[in-house]
């Protein structure tokens, strides 16, 4: 019999709303922008003992044709102050955000993140993306766009400077004189200078440093270059696969550029997105799934998305029917503002999708389904919870990102009933060990570095 102990699943929940998952006009769905959404599903995650809450950015309303498309949300909340309220009406799950490399500027960030994890007791952290399209860029006093080059160049120097930044203060740099009741400051900190092709800042930076070391920083990578700047920056890789084998080669292959750049593997942690559907048998939740994806799949989001890949007006074409016989257009204006566009060559793509039609005899609703829609855990709550179990034991992954279809009410069913059976298991803990983040993470407090971090 095996003595080695059971990993432990790292959980995450999200709120939707900018893609397609969401099912908008189910009769239990709510607000997407009230503050109790947001209570509500990180406070159920938090009785669930999961590790973090998530909250993905839009930073500019999508447009079809020049006109704002429907099913987006309209006045979505900035993320830190949403996280910050969050702090107040909970204590021990973790609080990420996503914000943006391109458009923001280190200092601002920097102690804006750093700000959250003072306020919540060491449970903040950043999800770092970068931006691509002049469309979101207008609303930005940089405003264009960066190639995919300079993006990554500007993401890679954004983070080394954040981190010098919160690196800039030294553990014991405020001394208490009790006698006096004042606090004393080390000559030296938060003083900082980076020079480099992206930033040229020096100054004395004014938020100590984190209860955890530092927030911890989530990014998603799937391309070569993608891949290489989450294994050397990142605590938490976002994964796009939840199929056993390309996940178990992801995770190979990220640990072991982790390695590749110094780091121990195991303070690098993969969780991919994952939904479930819960029933009384597992035809019953097959059926429920049907039902949902029916929802999810509307006419005006199956069109948008082939829009996108083909960048062109399908609205003449029967979604029931088959796919288009035209190919893309990538030199025309894009049709599609606002989406983050995952396909790396548009008519790669479409041979792909038009091969998996032919084989299967999918209509265009069919091909939306089989690409876009697809649910990774579907049965009774045991099932559920054997499949994830399997998934994570195995090492397709270190954890899971869950969102629901339903806002807000879409993990209820998930911590009810299949988060006991992962604690019987011994694969979820049923206390919090930890009261930072890192620590319920599993993850070290980093050393601190930085270009005056030596002899502040």
């Keep these: 019999m095996s003595t080695t102990p059971r990993k432990q699943i790292i959980l995450a929940a999200y709120v939707g709303g900018v893609n397609e998952h969401t099912a908008w006009e189910h009769p239990d769905a709510g607000s997407q922008i009230a503050f109790d959404t947001f209570r509500h599903v990180a406070q159920t995650a938090e009785r669930g003992r999961f590790d973090y809450f998530f909250l993905a950015e839009g930073l500019a309303l999508r447009e079809r044709a020049g006109r704002v498309f429907e099913h987006d949300i309209a006045g979505r909340p900035d993320t830190l102050p949403v996280l910050a309220a969050l702090a107040a009406v909970t204590s021990h799950i973790g609080l990420v955000g996503t914000l943006n490399a391109t458009f923001n500027e280190p200092y601002e960030l920097a102690r804006q993140i750093a700000s959250l994890d003072h306020l919540s007791g060491g449970r903040a952290g950043w999800n770092v993306v970068t931006s691509w399209d002049a469309f979101t860029g207008q609303n930005f006093r940089r405003g264009g766009f960066l190639s995919r080059e300079e993006r990554y160049a500007r993401a890679e120097e954004f983070v080394d400077t954040v981190r010098e930044l919160w690196d800039s203060w030294a553990d014991d740099a405020i001394l208490a004189d009790k006698a006096s009741g004042r606090f004393l400051l080390d000559d ?109 799949l509307s006419d005006r989001a199956v069109q948008v998305q082939f829009e996108q890949l083909w960048n062109r ?63 990774d855990y579907i049965g009774t709550p045991q099932q559920v919870a054997d499949a994830l179990d ?42 919090y060990t930890g009261s930072t983040l890192r620590e319920n993470l599993g993850l070290p407090i980093p050393e601190r570095r930085g270009a005056l971090a030596a002899t502040a």
């Design 188 to 296: 030296n900190a938060g003083e900082f200078a980076h020079t480099g092709a992206q930033f040229d800042i020096d100054g004395t930076f004014t938020v100590p440093r984190s209860p955890q070391g530092r927030p911890v920083i989530v990014q998603a990578g799937v391309s070569p270059q993608g891949r290489d700047f989450a294994a050397a920056n990142s605590d938490l890789i976002f994964s796009p696969f939840s199929r056993l084998a390309e996940a178990q080669e992801f995770y190979i292959d990220v640990k072991a550029r982790a390695r590749g750049f110094g780091r121990n593997p195991d303070d690098l942690k993969i969780i991919p997105g994952a939904g479930f559907v819960l029933g009384d048998s597992r035809a019953d939740a097959e059926e429920k799934a049907r039902f949902i994806q029916e929802q999810q």
């Design 313 to 375: 007006d399908l609205s003449a074409y029967d979604l029931d029917g088959p796919l288009p016989e035209i190919e893309p257009d990538p030199d025309a204006p894009p049709i599609i503002q606002g989406r983050a566009f995952i396909h790396q060559d548009r008519f790669e793509t479409v041979r792909r999708w038009r091969a998996l039609a032919e084989a299967k005899g999918l209509s265009i609703r069919g091909v939306a389904a089989e690409v876009s829609t697809r649910t």
């Design 390 to 431: 399997d998934f994570i034991q195995n090492d397709g992954a270190d954890g899971v990102v869950l969102g629901g279809h339903i806002t807000p009410g879409g993990i209820d069913e998930f911590v009810d009933k299949v988060v006991p059976l992962l604690q019987e298991r011994g694969s979820l803990r049923t206390e």
